[in-house]
Each structure stands twice: as structure tokens, then as C-alpha cells.
């Protein structure tokens, strides 16, 4: 048998075990409680002192053991620290879920703030008090149910973190609430706003200056893709590549009600047909909340893309769909001014970091931000609900299909749009009319309440109201 190092010391056999750690001078000890060893530090620097603490915390696990109690115990934010280490890495892989971020998030800037301080066993209701009180003073108002859930969610991942490492008994686990404020779905916009909306980025585009008109273009793709597709705005399009894009193409028969002219033997001429190709895109959307879908996209969305990829490439959709690029879609070409202009610079393909901004100036200047009826301000979000609604009021859609198409669930559907009363309407639901709905012509009234806003139009806003 080798011999013990001198770094090691028995303090009773087989039970409790003094030690130093390499290139440390404070002295550790290992226990053994219920045939599992437990390491701590004795925080001190003196071998006897040392071994008489190890006594000491020997006897207190033993203690807490007897009491349901853990016997080892570690702060809270360093468990935190380590599932959030743990959630980066499954991210990094490529095999991390969308709300990893928001539980990244969450244990970030709500968890280890006001649990920091705590053992993670010693956590109890006055604590998530305190938690419940931090958030509402953080937030200036409770958190919806869905939000709670995902709070609940990311704390107890760091609960379960605990418990597998021992350092917490799973009887020590706190009940979580899940009593919240009922979510309220944001403020769409209506038939007649979607329209102001697309009829009015040409000429905001063109009132740019010249190092934002590329990214004014981009915006402009942006919305109608969304309005398009009902997709989340964020990841599910902007971290699109040009190889998950897909172009179908079907002739289309289309009778036109006319008849040819009549022949010798005939009494009447066939009736006229003609044929078309309809495009669709299918977008294979990798970074969903629920996970990867493939969303369908019209002629819009078509046309959207296709101009990105005029712009950026100089080529067509289809060119571009050929090639397999796996450069991000919605991108725009860096601005370089005259002083900047080298022959060896090329231009840079920019990815939005976020369109809220820019889209809040958009709708500022158009009379949309808040809406007349709610009072309630509309963000890129409201897009998506603006196309859910118009599929269930004016587009045959079975609400499994639109709940698939949205990547959802059609209870959710349900219960955002049950206002609606969409299942009993289904049957009374007209053709695919909203696409042509949004393409028409604004009357005089509509062009002048959403026409760009400046100095000289100030006046007739006033008169309108």
C-alpha cells in the first residue's frame, strides 16, 4: 500500500478527512454520510484548526441529514451560474431549445439578484415573496401566466441542478405559483392599416437619407414576409439562409367566362381558359419557439425575397434558391460614403440586430403606432396577429392548419382568437380574399390619415381629428 500523502489527514477513519488541494493552503475535508462522501472547505489555514472544524461540520451534516435536510449545501448563485453555464454550452451545440435564451435570461437578471445571497436549500415562501415583490418592482406590473411559467421553469433548473448534485433534498423543493395575470394579445392591425402600411414604404424609403434607405428596403421585405406568413418576428427570419428556402411552381387553368368565336358545326364556342404559373415559397424555419416548422409564403413573400436577392446578389430568387447560399436572407449591403470608397473594399452584407425601432419610426410617421381603437402602441408583433386574423375572418383556413403554419398550438389559437368566433364561422368563411384585400387602393380619406408626417401635413392631421 502506498503511503498517504502529507497533505492528507485521517481525522476518523473511513468518516472524515483532512486535505490540502493543490496550490492551495487551506485545508479541505471530505465526510461520508450515508455511504456518500461530501467535500467542503474548513476555511482555515491551521491543520488543528482545521480539524476541528471538519468535526464540527461532520456533526452538523450528520444533524441535518437526520432532519431531511441536505448535508452539504452551496449558495444559490453558484448552482445558478452553473445551469447557465450548462444552457450556453447546449446552445453553442446546436441542440439547445429556443427558451434556453429566456431562461438564461431569467436566471440573469431575476434569479441570482435576489437568491444570490441564499443557500439554494434554504429557499422557502418568504423568499419567492421577496422574488414576487423584486419583479413587480422591476416590471412595474405582475407577469403574465405564460411568463410566470417560464420563470418557474428556469428556477427550478436550478432547483433540479441542486438536487442531483445533493446539495438540496428533493423534499426541500419549494411549490411554485402559477397564478398570474391573464396574457392580453397584442393589438393587430386592421384590414385598412396593413394596407396604409404597404402602400406607404416606397415613398418613406425614398425620404431616407442615403445610408439608411438600404435598410429602410429590408424593413419594408421584413413587414410583408410577416404579413405574409404570420412567422414570430426575430430568429424565425432573420436567421433564414437561402438553402432553406424553397420555390414551388403549378400551373393554374383559369376560365375567364368568355367564349371563342362560334365554328361552322358548332352552336357554341368553348369557353376560354387561361393558364398561369402560381409560385409558393416554403420557408424551413429552424429557430421556431415550438421548433423547426416549414411555413408557406405567397406571391408577396416572393416578391420580398426576390428583391433582397436583386439587391444583395443581382439575381433572381430563384438564382438564388439554385446556388444553395447559406448566407442569411435578410441582410443589406453596408453604406460606404465617397471618403470611405476604396478599390479593394467590398461591400459587407449587414444583419438587422432589430427592426423595433426603425418600424416604430415607421409607423410614427405614418399616423399607425397606436391603435384608435385600443389605445394600446402596435409593434412587429402585432403583424403576426394581423395575419391570424385575417386568415379566420376572410381565407378558408381550418384553425389545425393555421396553428401548424404558425408554429402554435390551436388551443392557443383559440384562446387569442376566439373573439373571432372562428370554429363556427368557418363555414361562412369566404376564399383566399385577404391577400387581394391588402392590395387595394386606398381611398382619399385613408391616403391622407396615413400619409408621412412632416411639418406642412402636421395641419391636416388636426383637421382630420
Not at 109 to 133: C, M, Q, R, T
Not at 213 to 241: H, M, N, W
Not at 310 to 324: D, P
Not at 435 to 446: F, G, K, N, V
Request: hydrophobic content about 35%; overall charge positive; charged content about 35%.
Amino acid at each position: 500500500m502506498s503511503d498517504r500523502k502529507d497533505t492528507t489527514h485521517i481525522v476518523i477513519e473511513k468518516e472524515l478527512i483532512v486535505y490540502l488541494r493543490e496550490r492551495s493552503t487551506i485545508w479541505q475535508c471530505r465526510y461520508c454520510i450515508d455511504k456518500q462522501w461530501q467535500r467542503t472547505s474548513t476555511k482555515e489555514y491551521d491543520l488543528t484548526k482545521a480539524k476541528k472544524v471538519a468535526k464540527e461540520l461532520y456533526l452538523e451534516a450528520q444533524w441535518r441529514k437526520k432532519n431531511d435536510i441536505a448535508p452539504i449545501t452551496r449558495y444559490f448563485k453558484d448552482i445558478a451560474k452553473g445551469v447557465v453555464k450548462k444552457l450556453k454550452e447546449e446552445i453553442a451545440s446546436g441542440n439547445g431549445k429556443a427558451i434556453y435564451k429566456d431562461y438564461i435570461s431569467v436566471i440573469t437578471n431575476y434569479l441570482i439578484p435576489v437568491f444570490g445571497k441564499y443557500y439554494v436549500d434554504s429557499i422557502d415562501y418568504k423568499a419567492l415573496d421577496e422574488l414576487e415583490n423584486y419583479r413587480r418592482k422591476k416590471l412595474g406590473t405582475e407577469l403574465t401566466r405564460s411568463t410566470l411559467l417560464t420563470h418557474n421553469a428556469a428556477l427550478g433548473r436550478v432547483f433540479d441542478e441542486a438536487i442531483y448534485k445533493g446539495f438540496m433534498l428533493a423534499s426541500r423543493k419549494p411549490e411554485l405559483k402559477t397564478k398570474g395575470r391573464k396574457s392580453e394579445r397584442r393589438t393587430e392591425f386592421t384590414r385598412v392599416e396593413a394596407t396604409a402600411i404597404k402602400a406607404n414604404f416606397d415613398k418613406w424609403i425614398e425620404k431616407g437619407k442615403v445610408d439608411s434607405k438600404e435598410i429602410r428596403a429590408l424593413l419594408k421585405d421584413y413587414v410583408i414576409t410577416l404579413l405574409d406568413t404570420g412567422a414570430r418576428p426575430g430568429r424565425e427570419l432573420l436567421e433564414l439562409t437561402w438553402a432553406q428556402v424553397e420555390l414551388e411552381k403549378e400551373v393554374v387553368n383559369n376560365k375567364t367566362g368568355l367564349r371563342a368565336e362560334l365554328s361552322e358545326d358548332e352552336q357554341h364556342g368553348e369557353e376560354i381558359t387561361q393558364s398561369y404559373i402560381r409560385k409558393t415559397l416554403i420557408l424551413n424555419i429552424q429557430q421556431g419557439k415550438t421548433g423547426k416548422r416549414k411555413a408557406v409564403g405567397r406571391l408577396p413573400s416572393v416578391y420580398a425575397l426576390n428583391d433582397i436577392a436583386q439587391r444583395n446578389y443581382g439575381k433572381t430568387l430563384e438564382q438564388m434558391i439554385k446556388s444553395g447560399n447559406k448566407d442569411l436572407v435578410f441582410t443589406y449591403k453596408e453604406y460606404i460614403s465617397d471618403r470611405q470608397q476604396n478599390p479593394n473594399r467590398k461591400q459587407k452584407l449587414l444583419s438587422p440586430t432589430s427592426f423595433s425601432k426603425l418600424f416604430d419610426e415607421y409607423l410614427t410617421k405614418h399616423n399607425l403606432l397606436i391603435s384608435p381603437i385600443t389605445n394600446k402602441k402596435r409593434v412587429l408583433y402585432s403583424l403576426r396577429h394581423t395575419y391570424a386574423t385575417l386568415a379566420l375572418t376572410h381565407d378558408k383556413v381550418v384553425i389545425h392548419t393555421l396553428a401548424k403554419q404558425m408554429g402554435t398550438s390551436v388551443g392557443m389559437i383559440e384562446q387569442h382568437y376566439s373573439h373571432l368566433d372562428a370554429v363556427k364561422a368557418m363555414a361562412q368563411l369566404r376564399g383566399e380574399e385577404s391577400r387581394q384585400l391588402l392590395d387595394l387602393a386606398l381611398d382619399e380619406e385613408d391616403k391622407k390619415r396615413y400619409a408621412y408626417i412632416d411639418e406642412k401635413t402636421k395641419s391636416i392631421k388636426k383637421a382630420l381629428r
